[in-house]
């Protein structure tokens, strides 16, 4: 069973990282393929809590294989953070190995991606502001960074200077807002309007400093930059189990989920193969991670959400703030309707249902089984059309709730009843089996079904 992917089923943060945490006990080795550290990912062990954004989840084993793959976009700055404070922690990273074709993000693709969402006002996408969509597009268009550029003076210069060319434009109208906007700020209100314009490092956007911090970064990384496809590839040849690690989720997709409220990369299994250098015939399994309800941060449509007392219970029950941001969680009930979508989208053969202990204490459960159109039609399916989506009512099924605390769960025999009768009827409700159960943080709290 060498090629497995785990992919976020619903708006990202549905527990990845533990998921990926406890199947790599089984691996050899864990791949990142897409995203860059607008993700987070939080692994509680023995009490002590890591959060990584950029390092794949399977870092705390001394003796796999971690890789960040070619699809990934990566802050070298944060990385090396990242990289130092698990050094700091004891932990060995000499098992990390970084693409030489992944994509850098680079000061201006973080001053851009802040700028951009100001400039959309009413209409920002609430990005993390990392810079991830700006990078992305510069891949696209050919002007981008890579790891490799990072350990050749010459042509990493060369390179900023024709990736700033063309930016020049937007950076000098940055520079005169940021300059009306202090002004316009009195005193106290100028750290608001920092933060407003970006939490970016300063912006040394000078050519020569930035040549020479970025060749100062490559030196640092030099030790983990590999061929990575090539690292996967003889995993496999050898028939040992390669994890492929997916960040966000399916939609937050940026062809398949809901656009332009989306992520500027594909977190769907299917991706796996682009982002890290495999066949897709390497996939044998696909996990699907999902919440026991549903979360979103940033805009974009979002058809259960709930706003008073439930919602309520799930962001304080379910300490529903982001890891990267700290931004406050949107809360719903789970939707089955765009969860199917994602079994089919992503070829899921099991699921891993995280946070059901957060259930507990609502007298009854809904799940969306339908939506209902602005103009009353029903529909079974996620809607293509944003309109629609936008628009578009969930239809619940109501089932009975409970109230015991499920911390201490560690069967399924343990679960209460209503407790397992909700898992059966996502499970039947989208065709996919749930193998695994979280209930509580730690990584012994969990549940393994089959
Ligand atoms: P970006 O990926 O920073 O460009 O943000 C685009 C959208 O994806 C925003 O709505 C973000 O809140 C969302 N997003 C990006 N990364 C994550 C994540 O790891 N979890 C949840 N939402 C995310």
Not at 145 to 155: A, F, G, N, S, W
Not at 414 to 428: C, I, S, T, W
Request: aromatic share 6%.
């Amino acid at each position: 069973m060498p090629g497995l992917v785990i992919v976020g089923a619903q708006w990202g943060d549905e527990g990845k990282g533990k998921v990926t945490d406890l199947l790599a006990e089984r691996a050899d080795a864990i791949v990142r393929f897409q995203g860059g550290n607008n993700a987070g990912h939080t692994i509680v062990r023995e009490g002590e809590e890591f959060k990584f954004h950029l390092i794949p989840s399977g870092i705390l084993y001394p003796d796999k294989t971690c890789v960040i793959g070619n699809g990934v976009v990566l802050d070298p700055r944060i990385l090396l953070g990242e990289i130092d404070g698990l050094r700091r922690r004891g932990i060995d990273v000499g098992n990390l190995k970084i693409s030489a074709n992944a994509h850098l993000i680079m000061p201006y693709h973080v001053l851009l991606d802040t700028a951009g969402e100001v400039k959309l006002g009413k209409l920002s996408i609430g990005t993390t502001r990392r810079g991830i969509g700006p990078c992305y597009a510069d891949k696209a268009l050919r002007l981008g960074i890579r790891v490799q550029d990072l350990l050749d003076e010459k042509i990493l210069r060369t390179k900023i200077r024709a990736a700033l060319e063309p930016k020049q434009q937007a950076l000098r109208e940055l520079s005169v807002q940021r300059r009306k906007l202090r002004k316009e700020a009195g005193e106290g209100d100028r750290e608001a309007v920092e933060q407003e314009l970006g939490d970016a490092p300063d912006p040394r956007l000078d050519l020569h400093t930035m040549t020479e911090e970025h060749v100062n970064y490559g030196h640092r990384l030099e030790p983990h930059i590999a061929d990575t496809a090539r690292v996967c590839w003889e995993a496999l040849d050898a028939g040992r189990t390669v994890i492929f690690e997916g960040a966000q989720a399916t939609l937050l997709d940026l062809d398949h989920g809901t656009y332009p409220f989306v992520t500027s990369s594909n977190p769907i299994a299917g991706a796996a193969t682009v982002g890290a250098g495999i066949a897709p015939s390497d996939i044998e399994e696909v996990w699907g991670v999902a919440k026991a309800y549903a979360t979103r941060v940033g805009a974009g449509p979002f058809p259960t959400e709930l706003f008073e007392e439930v919602g309520r219970h799930m962001i304080d029950k379910g300490h529903e703030y982001g890891t990267t941001t700290g931004r406050e969680r949107r809360c719903g009930w789970m939707d089955l309707v765009a969860l199917r979508y994602a079994v089919r989208l992503n070829g899921m053969t099991s699921l891993a249902i995280t946070k059901l202990d957060v259930l507990s204490g609502l007298d009854k459960l809904r799940v969306a089984v339908r939506y209902r159109s602005r103009e009353g039609a029903l529909l079974d399916r996620f809607p293509y059309h944003q309109s629609i989506l936008h628009g578009a009512e969930a239809e619940y099924e109501e089932l009975p709730g409970f109230d015991a605390e499920l911390g201490k769960c560690r069967s399924e025999s343990d679960l209460p009843r209503a407790a397992r009768d909700y898992l059966d009827f996502v499970a039947d409700f989208v065709g996919v089996p749930i193998r695994l159960v979280g209930v509580g943080p730690g990584r012994e709290q969990v549940v393994w079904r089959d």
